[in-house]
């Protein structure tokens, strides 16, 4: 079996040099691309409905972003033992989710999926209120 030795203290000048390379490309991205920050961050709205089948979260977002012209984050999750889904719509930002804007996305999503029932378990304006449906 062949000893692989690396000494690290003897290359350090050239690991540090690789090391700041990296976090300036890091950065040269970030500037470049921009950070988008998530709800968790910025705050904004989210919006939980119970959905019994299957559904497209892309489809769901195009539906969503049409409705209310502003990035939605979709989330789906499934409920062991159910045929029951949880679909998760993220609104980033300081904006809150209208109650006009609320009823827009679900008379959407209803047009969208007929065949499908879907519930709004939980409206969350984050900053503002909290609302159970």
Same mark, same amino acid.
């Not at 000494?7 to 290359?11: G, S």
């Not at 977002?61 to 979709?74: F, N």
């Not at 996305?105 to 879907?118: F, G, K, N, P």
């Given at each position: 079996m062949k000893k692989f030795d690396f000494?690290?203290?003897?290359?350090r000048k050239i690991l540090f040099g690789i090391s700041i390379g990296l976090m300036v490309i890091g950065l040269i991205f970030n500037f470049i691309r921009g950070t988008k920050m998530d709800i968790q961050f910025v705050g904004g709205a989210m919006i939980k409905y119970s959905v019994d089948g299957e559904v497209?979260? *892309?489809e769901i977002? @195009?539906?969503?972003?049409?409705?209310?012209?502003?990035?939605?984050?979709?989330a789906l999750s499934k409920t062991f033992g159910t045929?029951?889904?949880q679909v998760t719509l993220s609104f980033a930002g300081n904006e809150a989710v209208t109650l006009d804007e609320q009823q827009a996305?679900?008379?959407?999503?209803? *047009?969208?999926?007929? @065949?499908?029932?879907?519930r709004a378990a939980m409206i969350k304006n984050t900053g503002f209120f909290t609302r159970f449906i």
């Open positions: 000494d690290f203290y003897k290359n497209d979260t *892309d977002a @195009s539906l969503v972003k049409e409705e209310t012209g502003r990035d939605v984050s979709v045929d029951a889904n996305i679900a008379q959407s999503l209803s *047009d969208a999926y007929v @065949s499908t029932r879907i």
